[in-house]
């Protein structure tokens, strides 16, 4: 976790530029550890600093919110960008997680065949 948010960054968002990309963190992760990951980059996203976080992790959707959540789409041979929408999932959310509705294919984003 310290290569992710060393102390030095984590203490200062003026060193930490406004928009960090960060492709599958939660490789290699113990699942617990995935939960941690999440709770770090919320953390370290305030103050007007921006996350992007590619996964395939439901464990890591899990621990988002739908408003944290933008899918990706290819339609026309066009990537489509969609922010989730919490009301428009509010009845799923009773009963299942937001990594459940993923895997179950209700919020998009599986590959194309």
Not at 1 to 9: D, E, G, K, L, V
Not at 30 to 41: D, E, G, M, N
Not at 85 to 101: H, I, P, Q, T
């Amino acid at each position: 976790m310290r290569a992710i948010s060393p102390p030095s960054c984590a203490d200062s968002a003026k060193l930490r530029p406004d928009t960090i990309l960060i492709d599958e963190p939660e490789l290699g992760l113990h699942p617990y550890a995935v939960a941690i990951l999440a709770t770090l980059l919320r953390q370290a996203s305030g103050g007007g600093k921006q996350f992007i976080v590619s996964t395939q992790s439901v464990e890591l959707v899990n621990e988002l919110s739908p408003q944290d959540v933008i899918v990706v789409d290819r339609k026309d041979g066009a990537s489509v960008f969609e922010r989730l929408d919490a009301e428009r999932l509010k009845d799923w959310l009773e009963d299942y997680a937001l990594g459940e509705l993923w895997k179950m294919n209700v919020l998009g984003g599986r590959p194309s065949r």
